[in-house]
């Protein structure tokens, strides 16, 4: 885990809450690395998970189809 940098522009599914139990990622770091930040909305100056495309891509897939 590392921590991103603050110019990184975070965003958070439309389908969020105001609940703030949300996951916030960063496409445009990802589209430029094929890393893909991710971290935990409450905590924006907290610990970021990098993960591949293809594992986020299977995590939300897995999300739409309702497996978690």
Same mark, same amino acid.
């Given at each position: 885990?590392?921590?991103?940098?603050?110019?990184?522009?975070?965003?958070?599914?439309?389908?969020?809450?105001?609940?703030?139990?949300?996951?916030?990622?960063?496409? +445009?770091?990802?589209?430029?690395?094929?890393?893909?930040?991710?971290?935990?909305?409450? #905590?924006? #100056?907290?610990?970021?998970? #990098?993960?591949?495309?293809?594992?986020? +891509?299977?995590?939300?897939?897995?999300?739409? +189809?309702?497996?978690?």
């Amino acid at each position: 885990m590392t921590t991103e940098s603050s110019s990184t522009l975070w965003v958070k599914s439309s389908y969020s809450g105001s609940g703030g139990s949300c996951v916030e990622w960063a496409p +445009a770091h990802a589209s430029a690395t094929g890393v893909v930040p991710v971290r935990d909305s409450k #905590n924006p #100056n907290g610990p970021v998970l #990098n993960t591949s495309v293809d594992a986020f +891509a299977s995590f939300v897939a897995g999300v739409k +189809a309702a497996g978690f």
